[in-house]
């Protein structure tokens, strides 16, 4: 009304912007070469998906801090939807790189992780195939307990890899041996602020 403009019009030129954004960043975000990755997702609601839960999936290289990926899943966070975007990440990599994970508690994470690091073996003795994971693969976790919007406890656990070769990994990157998200976090709280669908938990465009 301001600009003399219908709402389906500066809908459009979002949508087109939108589209446009995704070619840029196809055409400069492959044969990327990440030593480190934090992955974590935040909630949203969109008007066209009323009564839906619309989850962003973001992937950030702490180093760089460049998103390498960004996944817009409708419905819960189930395993499929944790494929999908780290299948999204693995085709930005340059082949062969397998970074450093770290992410928050979500369990959905470690299938699609291990899901896409690794091939297929025959055992010996063994008539089918067996996946087997990298053993260079490195994934660890960052667990918070919440009593309400209270923070309880904080604990941290390793799910591939060891604990020692996680955390000379991070110390060789020039960050603490602490395990955390707290760079992806801190995109989040950015995107937040920038992006008006994530500012509250309410309907938007």
């Known amino acids: 009304r301001v600009l003399g403009h219908c709402e389906e019009t500066i809908a459009r030129w979002l ?7 995704s070619l840029l960043h196809d055409l400069y975000f492959h044969n990327l070469e990440l030593p480190y990755v934090q ?20 992937a950030l290289d702490p180093q760089t801090k460049i998103v390498p990926t960004l996944t817009l899943t409708i419905g819960g966070r189930r395993t499929v939807h944790a494929m999908v975007f780290i299948h999204e990440l693995v085709l930005r990599l340059v082949e062969g790189c397998i970074p450093l994970f770290t992410s928050d508690g979500l369990r959905q994470y470690f299938w699609a992780i291990t899901a896409h690091f690794g091939q297929w073996t025959l055992p010996p003795r ?20 919440r009593k309400g919007r209270k923070l309880q406890t904080i604990r941290t656990r390793i799910l591939c890899g060891s604990r020692q070769e996680t955390v000379e990994t991070l ?21 937040r602020h920038l ?3 994530l500012v509250r938990r309410t309907s938007a465009l």
């Open 15 to 21: 949508a087109r912007a939108g589209r446009q954004a």
């Open 39 to 58: 992955v974590d997702e935040l909630q949203t609601k969109i008007r066209a998906y009323a009564g839906e839960k619309v989850w962003l999936w973001v």
């Open 126 to 145: 063994a008539r089918v195939l067996h996946w087997e994971v990298d053993a260079r693969l490195q994934y660890g976790q960052l667990i918070k307990k």
């Open 171 to 191: 110390q060789a990157l020039g960050y603490s041996s602490t395990i955390n998200t707290s760079f992806v976090e801190r995109f989040n709280l950015t995107l």
């Open 195 to 197: 992006v008006a669908s």
